[in-house]
């Protein structure tokens, strides 16, 4: 911005040292790198910068790995093998259980029980499924749904159960 002297002053003065026509429109980038470099060697402006630098890096590279290394949803979580061995031999000790349990049960009482001719139904469930894509870990087989159905079924002998003790009542 001129003056009416014909100076220019403020902070694109310092760039636009040329007064061609081209000069008005894009800086000098020589003079703005003697700039920036002017800055750099200030000691106090570099002391800014390097404790930025190092608070970023103390947190980011050290403080927050070694927090969130066991969170299994941070991005600094340690995925070790060993963790999909634990957590599929509990899911196979689950599945062992339920498989038990649906085995001990009779088909034909567990059918009169659940037929739609019952004469007391006070609810429907539906168990809506959708065939899982195995791209992980391909020689998995969890059976995700006989554990749901055994559960569900637990849970609803123990309602029916109670509720059946309560009418003798």
């Known amino acids: 911005m001129a003056t009416r002297s014909g100076k220019r002053h403020g902070f694109a003065s310092t760039f636009m040292t040329d007064t061609s026509p081209r000069s008005q429109k894009y800086p000098n980038y020589a003079v703005i790198a003697r700039y920036l470099w002017h ?26 790995p070694v927090l969130c290394k066991d969170n ?14 634990y ?27 659940y037929s739609h001719e019952a004469s007391n139904i006070h609810m429907a469930i539906g168990v809506v499924t959708v065939d ?24 609803l002998a123990n309602k029916i159960g109670r509720a059946s003790c309560r009418e003798r009542v």
């Open 39 to 64: 800055l750099l060697c200030n000691r106090v402006l570099t002391m800014h910068i390097l404790a930025i630098i190092a608070i970023y890096a103390l947190t980011f590279f050290i403080i927050l």
């Open 87 to 113: 957590e599929m031999g509990i899911n196979a000790k689950r599945l062992h259980e339920d498989e038990r349990y649906l085995r001990t049960l009779d088909p034909n009482i567990t059918r009169r029980k």
């Open 132 to 155: 899982r894509s195995r791209r992980i870990h391909s020689t998995t087989n969890p059976k995700y749904l006989t554990q749901v159905l055994a559960r569900l079924e637990r849970n």
């Open 72 to 85: 299994p949803y941070s991005y600094y979580y340690a995925y070790k093998e060993r963790d999909t061995k």
